[in-house]
């Protein structure tokens, strides 16, 4: 394997594996959850092997070399006195104001000053680096730089409890990026990072319209330069990155996020069409197809079933050589599995419904199946992370006005997904660590009287048959029992041909029962 060369080393292109892009998660998300410490980026960088190795040092400059005594003697003096550290480093960079090799041990000195929860010591030497990369962003490298000097600040302002320095930061980082000449070039993903935390700011400000313009515009000025005759590899990657940021379950996405979940899948399809032997853009399609397949796409199972066959058409051969390909290729074929052992729909009317499999319930107590005896039921598969799912509920909460007080019931059935409530933001989101059954059941509780529903609602034993057994391959999926507890209606999809025809069948079954 090739060396790092001398400039990639001294120049802070502190990536992990991939020294084009950065995978960092979004900054606003630290907000909301505690971190248990910083990262020794730099350290860590800083003591590889080869580049600590004399041998590998030979034909590199001399500057590299001064790099590696100077970087030494901080870790001494960092061992021995924090304080004179901080004056020895001080010091340097006065002799050197211009070097970025001098700047780039700031990262390492605010790391172990976090380390010591010296945090607002920390905090200015992150914002010290910062002023650097942003004075001479019009460097690439400082560019990429600066996305992960922002990505450890937002970690210690967040132990800081100081949250307001890291917009400001991202404010000021933001507004040096729009002033660079146009002919400079952009590192369009920390650039990404920037717009994307500025929206979800805006956002926490109630200022949802300025922060979907700006997204907007954002995603149109990358798609342009995707789209251009000499548009590379890594911008292809960034744009990908940048539709993930606006379509993950971060309660700021909720406004965009539909919008942009076609975009993502149009952007992964044709940066592998571009670049086929990328790995990363290989990973990229594949991670997207797999979350079409099993959450975003699931309210057209026939669309899905053509997904999954294209999705192994084109990832068969890259998934020899890629492991994380191959890998999301035989969570694909469960998925495929399971789609397969549901039973056909059609199968399903005019027959007896399946058996219930219940683990609890939520916004009910001390009810069974035989609760429901003699009602017209609408069973609705669902889940709290379901976009159209959530887009029936004005259906739901119509229906059980209109015809509850005539024996009609809806119950709903779900399964457990490891989500918590934020009683704050009135959300639920995927828990950190995990959460008992009766944590998530209350959870559910929460988001049912958030939204306004007071229907039963089950929850499946984890393993459960249920879905297949009716016929589940995508949700919303609605299975309509009659009073003699025959399959009446299964429907699939949130549109409003779907909503219109169990709205219909429910008015017909209740008449014809009186």
């Known amino acids: 394997m090739a060396q790092p060369t001398a400039s990639q080393i001294r120049h802070f292109n502190i990536t992990t594996k991939d020294s084009g892009m950065m995978f960092i998660q979004q900054l606003t998300q630290l907000r909301y959850r505690k971190q248990a410490g910083c990262l020794l980026i730099a350290g860590v960088i800083l003591a590889s092997p080869w580049l600590l190795n004399p041998l590998s040092l030979q034909g590199q400059d001399a500057a590299l070399e001064a790099f590696r005594r100077m970087h030494a003697e901080l870790r001494e003096q960092m061992a ?59 460097q690439q490298e400082q560019q ?36 660079l000449p146009a002919e400079t070039p952009r590192a369009w993903d920390p650039l990404s990072q920037l717009v994307v935390s500025k929206a979800h700011s805006l956002v926490e400000d109630d200022r949802a319209d300025e922060a979907a313009t700006g997204v907007a515009q954002h995603v149109e000025a990358i798609e342009a330069a995707c789209n251009a005759a000499d548009s590379t590899e890594s911008t292809m990657h960034a744009h990908i990155a940048l539709l993930k940021r606006l379509t993950n379950s971060n309660r700021n996405n909720d406004q965009w996020r539909e919008a942009y979940i076609g975009k993502l899948e149009v952007a992964c399809n044709a940066g592998f069409e571009r670049f086929p032997k990328s790995m990363r853009l290989q990973n990229d399609y594949a991670e997207t197809q797999y979350l079409m397949i099993t959450q975003w796409g699931q309210g057209d199972p026939d669309a899905n079933e053509k997904r999954i066959e294209t999705a192994y058409a084109k990832l068969s051969l890259p998934a020899i050589s890629n492991r994380s390909v191959n890998a999301i290729l035989r969570r694909i074929e469960v998925q495929r599995e399971q789609m397969q052992a549901a039973k056909p729909v059609a199968s399903l009317v005019g ?26 039921v609408l069973l609705d598969f669902w889940a709290m ?22 024996g ?65 391959k995508g949700i919303p999926h609605a299975v309509l029992i009659d009073r003699d507890g025959t399959v009446q209606l299964v429907k699939t999809g949130a549109s409003p041909d779907t909503a219109k025809e169990i709205h219909d069948k429910i008015k017909e079954l209740l008449q014809a029962s009186k």
């Open 385 to 406: 992370w379901c976009g159209p799912c959530i887009a029936t509920f004005p259906h739901l909460r119509e229906w059980r006005e209109e015809f509850g007080d005539q």
């Open 144 to 179: 990429y730089g600066l996305g992960m000097t922002l990505r450890s600040l937002a970690e210690v302002s967040e132990l800081a409890n100081r949250s307001s320095n890291l917009e400001s930061a991202v404010n000021k980082a933001l507004t040096a990026f729009r002033a």
């Open 408 to 472: 009609f019931e809806i119950v709903g059935v779900t399964q457990y997904y490891n989500f918590e409530w934020d009683a704050e933001q009135k959300r639920a989101s995927r828990a950190s660590g995990e959460i008992t059954p009766q944590q998530e059941r209350e959870t559910l509780a929460s988001f049912l009287e958030h939204h306004q529903l007071e229907h039963p609602v089950m929850v499946a034993p984890k393993n459960s048959q249920m879905s297949s057994n009716y016929g589940v």
């Open 351 to 376: 027959q007896p419904a399946p058996e219930w499999e219940i683990d609890g319930w939520a916004n009910t107590v001390g009810v069974t199946r035989k609760s429901f005896e003699g009602q017209v």
């Open 80 to 138: 021995q006195d924090l304080d004179q550290a901080i004056v020895y480093l001080d010091a340097e960079v006065e002799k050197q104001p211009e070097s970025s090799d001098v700047q780039v041990l700031r990262h390492s000195l605010a790391s172990k000053l976090s380390d010591e929860a010296r945090y607002v010591e920390a905090m200015e030497q992150y914002q010290k680096l910062l002023d650097y990369q942003i004075a001479h962003l019009e």
